[in-house]
C-alpha cells in the first residue's frame, strides 16, 4: 500500500529495521504489555494515579523520544532497572512469520535493527518472528547512549559504529517522526503502519498517524509484501 510517488531502492545496500509495531504487526497488541508495564512504573514512580500518570508517560513519549529519556531527564531513573522492568512481558504473541523471514533474508547488503528498546528485547521478539541469525547487529538505546531516536545522535553514533553510507541505506519504522532525521540525511524511508481502522485504547491517535511529509517515501501496511515486491 502506497499512494506515494515510487522511488527506486536499486541503490540499498544497508537495510535498517526499526522493532516494536514495524517487524511484527500493531495488532498483536506485544507493545500493549510494555506499554501498561511503563503507565505503571510512572505510577510507582510519581505517586500520581492512573490517567494522570498515562498523560505524563505518553508527554515524555513524545516530547522526548522515549519515556525513558523523560524519566531520565526529570526523575533521574536508572535505566537498566526500567527496561527490566517494562519488558518483562509474554512474547507469545508475536507469530513466526517465515514470509518476512525470506524476504529480509533475500535482500542484498547488511541487515541492521535500530530500536529505542533493550537487546534483551529487541531478540526475544526476533526469536518468536524466527529471524534471529538475520541482522548483523541490534544498536539498542543502551548502544544510543539512552539517546533516542527521533534525535540526531541516535542515527550518527549508529552511522558511525558500523560505517554506514545513509545515501545507500533505508530505514523501516512505524512512526513518522522516526524517519524525519534518515531522509534528512539522505537515506530512503518507509513508515510501517497499522491496518485500516486499527484503534486501540492504549495508542494515541499520533502513534499512528500516516505522513504526507518528503520524509516519508514510501508507507506500507504489509512489510513482507514491500520487501518482495520492491520498487
Not at 13 to 28: A, G, I, K, M, Q
Not at 34 to 53: G, K
Not at 122 to 129: C, G, H, I, N, T
Request: charged content about 25%; overall charge negative.
Amino acid at each position: 500500500m502506497s499512494s506515494l510517488p515510487v522511488r527506486s531502492l536499486s541503490h540499498v545496500t544497508e537495510w535498517v529495521f526499526d522493532l516494536d509495531n514495524t517487524l511484527y504487526p500493531r495488532s498483536c497488541n506485544l507493545f500493549a504489555q510494555i506499554d501498561i508495564r511503563i503507565t505503571s512504573y510512572v505510577m510507582e514512580l510519581t505517586q500520581l494515579d492512573f490517567e494522570a500518570a498515562r498523560a505524563l508517560q505518553k508527554t515524555y513519549y513524545r516530547e522526548f523520544g522515549t519515556t525513558l529519556n523523560g524519566l531520565m531527564s526529570r526523575h533521574e531513573v536508572d535505566p537498566d532497572h526500567f527496561l527490566n522492568t517494562v519488558h518483562a512481558i509474554d512474547y507469545s504473541p508475536v507469530d513466526a512469520h517465515p514470509d518476512l523471514v525470506e524476504a529480509i533474508r533475500a535482500l542484498p547488503g547488511r541487515k541492521f535493527i535500530l530500536t529505542n528498546g533493550d537487546t534483551g528485547h529487541a531478540r526475544a521478539v526476533l526469536r518468536r518472528l524466527g529471524c534471529d541469525d538475520i541482522f548483523e547487529h541490534v544498536h539498542d538505546i543502551r548502544a544510543m547512549t539512552y539517546v533516542p531516536k527521533p534525535h540526531r545522535e541516535a542515527y550518527d553514533g549508529f552511522f558511525a559504529r558500523h560505517g554506514i553510507d545513509p545515501t545507500r541505506a533505508i530505514m523501516f519504522d512505524d512512526l513518522e517522526k522516526n524517519l524525519v532525521v534518515p531522509h534528512d540525511v539522505g537515506m530512503s524511508t518507509v513508515q510501517v503502519v497499522a491496518d485500516e481502522g486499527f484503534v486501540h485504547e492504549q495508542v494515541d491517535a499520533w502513534e499512528l498517524d500516516r505522513a504526507a511529509g518528503p520524509h516519508v517515501h514510501h508507507i506500507t501496511d504489509d512489510l513482507a509484501r514491500f520487501l518482495r515486491e520492491l520498487p
